[in-house]
């Protein structure tokens, strides 16, 4: 069996890309930009944009990463659990995974520095694996499916977007911190 | 060179070895001064965040909180009224290592900076290379203006240096710190509001808080410097200073800034209790800014505050004990102060806070001499700002004419009870402008006035005048418009505040 059978294509991975960039740069971005009102008090413009430059190469760092799970996860669940729908499934497992991690971010800032949640994050694998199952089988619904693919096909515009601002930030994450 | 000939050389050759040996059994202090500056004396400015004066035995407290302080107290200069030039660290840092106001160096916010065109007046710069300059802040906010500081820092080590466990993520960013520190420690790694960062962010906040371990001798938790990933013992703590101090090169500068006894007050077991003594610190009236604390949990606050500060100071009894021990205190002037104290009344828990009331800026300031033997008291009024002009001139330097701070009594300094000096709380303005909110306090002879300008809990300007001789605790208010003491008090501080507020700001 070729291995490359086992994985969806360039196009599919970027819709999925796109979903996931989304969330991950949408929920920095807010908090951003939540700080930057202090931020304006005692940083000037050039230092401002050096942070932004941290911000996106994290961002995109994590996109990758986070796509590289749902990948992994592509290879190792037969082919009609997830690489079938892959679109709508890795688009799902995007909104609903990233979007219980800003649950758990929240909560652990609800919390202050001296008492952590730990209970919250001991049912997190249990919440995972439900977060999994929907994706896995919510696509099966062929409105839920297609809504999720449409969204994912549009938001690849996105990455025209994103994609040109991470590289120039890159660049200068890197020029701040190599040269 | 024709009066030498081989046998002398093979002799002089022969002494090689003898004189190894004799450098091996000499104590190292007598090596010393082997670096740019002989003879010089090395300089130890260690400071304690968050160490209120009037938690203090050795400046009169009712509690036995600091047996070794008072112990130094018998061989030092120590100032009865200094202040702190403002009421949190990085303003109270950014005055202590530069010589100026707040107000000049505008760092006026948590993780502010000094204003870039001024970065380059602080006491490293000043010190020359003549002095090995070295720092070391477990205060990441601290850290972050040494950082500004580096060109002048021979040495810097990193805030999370002998710490049990630190996962700080600015630190492998060596090259552009600040921005990391912006960007990493305080939006995507945040440990205070939701972490910018999902997968990082939480990744690095869970694994942090399973690997903390729990310790029996901390009850309340392993010492951490609130809002960051960073663990420590006192012990280990003191233990590396104690090492690191005795391989510095002499002559020395060495800041060093201790996060203890700052909030959460975690003392070892065994001062836990000590202080269960049913005593209870005169009620206040709630201030206008009360975060709603109410008056037992504050008091519970105190005595864990009190049993923190007797932690520190065992501590720092043991580092006392190998100076004398090492002969370093022969050799080095010992500065023993803080950044600024803490409030646990009026409602109040801590720092952040527009208040500036005694117990937040009023801070310790010891300083002995090389050899000193003596105790000394000192009553004028003074600001961490006489901290630079006054170390650099013990070491022989040029007292540069920006700085705002002058000879301490003592060190060439007048003695002088009506001396004025000021403390400046203005987070809530910006650094590039005015300062449209603020509170300003000024501490003249036996007064000290407060003008709270801007905050809409007050809508227009508000005074406080205390009388501070008669009434330390600050219980009577005496200001009343009508009397000629307090128009005169309130005319001078206006102006005042007018005057440092036409300091141009930059833009951005």
Do not use: C
Request: charged share 20%; glycine share 6%.
């Amino acid at each position: 069996m070729n291995i490359r059978n086992k994985f969806p294509n360039a196009g599919q991975v970027a819709q999925v890309f796109a979903v996931a960039s989304i969330v991950i740069y949408g929920w920095t971005t807010y908090r951003l930009i939540q700080k930057l009102p202090s931020w304006l008090y005692y940083l000037n413009f050039q230092e401002i944009l050096s942070n932004t430059s941290y911000t996106l190469v994290f961002d995109f760092v994590e996109t990758l990463l986070f796509i590289g799970l749902i990948l992994l996860l592509n290879f190792l669940l037969p082919r009609k659990f997830f690489l079938d729908f892959f679109v709508a499934r890795g688009s799902l497992l995007s909104v609903f995974g990233l979007g219980y991690l800003i649950y758990l971010a929240l909560a652990v800032g609800a919390s202050k520095a001296t008492q952590f949640p730990t209970d919250l994050f001991r049912w997190s694998p249990l919440a995972l694996l439900v977060i999994l199952t929907l994706a896995i089988f919510l696509p099966r619904i062929e409105t839920i499916r297609k809504v999720a693919e449409d969204f994912a096909n549009r938001a690849v515009i996105f990455l025209y977007i994103l994609l040109p601002l991470t590289g120039l930030e890159t660049l200068i994450f890197v020029i701040n911190n190599l040269l | 060179m024709s009066n030498y000939n081989r046998r002398d050389f093979l002799k002089l050759l022969a002494a090689v070895p003898a004189a190894y040996t004799l450098s091996r059994l000499l104590p190292e202090s007598v090596f010393r001064y082997s670096a740019g500056n002989p003879g010089a004396p090395n300089v130890i400015l260690l400071v304690f965040d968050t160490l209120s004066a009037y938690h203090l035995s050795v400046y009169g407290y009712q509690r036995k909180t600091t047996p070794n302080l008072e112990r130094f107290a018998k061989r030092a200069n120590v100032y009865h009224a200094h202040y702190s030039a403002a009421n949190f660290t990085t303003p109270g840092v950014a005055s202590i290592l530069t010589g100026l106001y707040p107000w000049t160096h505008r760092a006026l916010h948590l993780s502010g900076l000094v204003a870039r065109e001024l970065a380059g007046r602080n006491i490293f710069e000043s010190l020359g290379q003549d002095y090995h300059r070295f720092a070391f802040s477990q205060n990441v906010m601290a850290t972050n203006l040494l950082d500004q500081f580096r060109t002048g820092i021979d040495e810097l080590l990193p805030s999370s240096s002998f710490s049990e466990l630190s996962l700080l993520p600015s630190e492998f960013f060596k090259k552009d710190t600040n921005t990391a520190h912006q960007t990493l420690d305080n939006l995507l790694f945040d440990f205070v509001d939701p972490p910018g960062s999902l997968l990082f962010g939480l990744g690095q906040r869970l694994y942090f808080e399973e690997s903390k371990k729990f310790s029996r001798d901390f009850p309340r938790g392993i010492p951490q410097p609130r809002n960051y990933p960073i663990v420590y013992k006192l012990e280990d703590l003191f233990n590396g200073l104690m090492d690191t101090l005795d391989r510095l090169a002499a002559p020395h500068f060495s800041y060093i800034h201790l996060f203890s006894p700052h909030a959460p007050y975690r003392a070892h077991k065994d001062f836990i209790g000590m202080f269960d003594d049913g005593w209870l610190y005169p009620k206040k009236p709630e201030s206008v800014f009360s975060e709603g604390e109410s008056y037992a949990t504050t008091e519970k606050n105190r005595v864990w505050y009190d049993e923190y500060i007797a932690n520190v100071d065992f501590e720092f009894g043991r580092l006392l004990d190998h100076l004398e021990q090492t002969g370093v205190l022969d050799t080095s002037y010992l500065v023993v102060t803080s950044d600024h104290g803490e409030l646990l009344q009026r409602g109040v828990k801590g720092h952040v806070t527009p208040l500036l009331y005694e117990p937040l800026v009023r801070v310790p300031l010891l300083i002995s001499s090389p050899g000193q033997t003596q105790g000394n008291s000192i009553d004028s009024p003074t600001s961490s700002v006489d901290l630079l002009p006054t170390l650099l001139s013990v070491t022989g330097r040029t007292v540069p004419d920006w700085t705002e701070g002058r000879l301490l009594p003592g060190f060439g300094g007048e003695h002088n009870p009506d001396r004025t000096v000021y403390m400046l709380d203005a987070k809530s303005s910006s650094s590039f402008g005015e300062l449209s909110q603020a509170t300003f306090s000024m501490r003249r002879g036996k007064y000290k006035v407060i003008l709270y300008r801007g905050y809409k809990e007050y809508g227009k300007d508000v005074f406080e005048l205390y009388d501070l001789e008669n009434d330390p605790e600050e219980f009577n208010d005496l200001f009343d418009p009508q009397t000629t003491l307090s128009q005169e008090f309130s005319a001078e501080i206006i102006k005042k505040f007018d005057e440092i507020n036409k300091v141009p700001g930059r833009k951005i």
